[in-house]
């Protein structure tokens, strides 16, 4: 009886532990609608392909924040709102949508990839429109 009860408080333990959140595309999204560079760097992956309308390059993630952060203030962001969004395979996903901030709308693009238990925000792009 000790076993059996054993195994099922293994079971649910291990039942629960796997559905623990993952970072996920609305957390992301969120971060950029607040123009919250900080809790955007949470889902950095460790080299980030950003491009912004008058530079674009692969950063590391502490540069990378740095950048963000710089042009969401410089431009002041007001919302973001998502036009499209899916997944590819290998579990990638893409959203893009409208950066609206004090300076004029951006066209912008995320593509985030799974790694490991993390989906990691690997490209960034901001157009102007």
Known sequence: MKSMVGLAVLTLSLV???FRPLYTLDEITTA?????ANDLSRYL??????SLPDKS???SKIQAEMIIRDFFTTNGVQNFLIKRK???GGGSEFCVGVLQTHNGD????L???QK???QLLQELRFQAQ
């Open 106 to 109: 951006y066209r912008t693009t």
């Open 57 to 59: 390059d692969t950063y």
């Open 32 to 36: 950029i609608r607040i123009g919250n």
């Open 116 to 118: 490991g238990d993390k």
């Open 111 to 113: 593509f985030i990839k």
């Open 86 to 88: 899916g997944t590819n």
């Open 16 to 18: 629960l532990v796997s």
């Open 45 to 50: 992956d460790s080299r980030v392909d950003i």
